[in-house]
C-alpha cells in the first residue's frame, strides 16, 4: 500500500532552515512525479516545487526559487525539500504528494489536481 509520510518541520527563526523529508512506502519513486504543496492559515493549497520521474528536471514556484531544493534519494525511496532562507510568509502545512507519471511533473495552479497520492502534513512555522 502506498504512503508517504513527511517529517521535519517545526519552529524557526526568519533567515533559518529546515529539511523537510517524506518517506515513500509501496512504490519506487523513481517512476514517480514527486511535489511539496503548502496550505497557510486562509489561504489555498499551492505547489512549492515539484521532481519529475523520467528526467529528474525540478521546478519551483517563484518565491521559493534560490532557496528552496527538491531531491530525492533513491535507495532510500525518501524525497526531500531543503528550505533555506526562510521567511515568515513560508509558513504553513507543507504536503508531499506523488503521481504517476514519467511526463514532466506538474507545478502551478491548480495542479495538486494531478497528485492522487498525499502525505499527512508537516507544519512549519517562521516566526521570530
Known amino acids: 500500500q502506498l504512503q508517504l509520510v513527511e517529517s521535519g518541520g517545526g519552529l524557526v527563526q526568519p533567515g533559518g532552515s529546515l529539511r523537510l523529508s517524506c518517506a515513500i512506502s509501496g512504490i519506487q519513486i523513481h517512476y514517480y512525479a514527486i511535489g511539496w504543496f503548502r496550505q497557510g492559515s486562509g489561504k489555498e493549497r499551492e505547489g512549492v516545487s515539484c521532481?519529475?520521474?523520467?528526467?529528474?528536471?525540478?521546478f519551483y514556484e517563484d518565491s521559493v526559487k534560490g532557496r528552496f531544493a527538491i531531491s530525492r534519494d533513491n535507495v532510500k525511496n525518501v524525497v526531500y525539500l531543503q528550505m533555506n532562507s526562510l521567511k515568515p510568509e513560508d509558513t504553513a502545512v507543507y504536503y508531499c504528494?506523488?503521481?504517476?507519471?514519467?511526463?514532466?511533473?506538474?507545478?502551478?495552479?491548480?495542479?495538486?489536481?494531478?497528485?492522487?497520492?498525499w502525505g499527512q502534513g508537516t507544519q512549519v512555522t517562521v516566526s521570530s
Open positions: 521532481l519529475s520521474a523520467g528526467d529528474e528536471s525540478r
Open positions: 504528494a506523488a503521481y504517476d507519471s514519467q511526463a514532466m511533473c506538474a507545478l502551478g495552479r491548480g495542479s495538486w489536481k494531478y497528485y492522487n497520492f
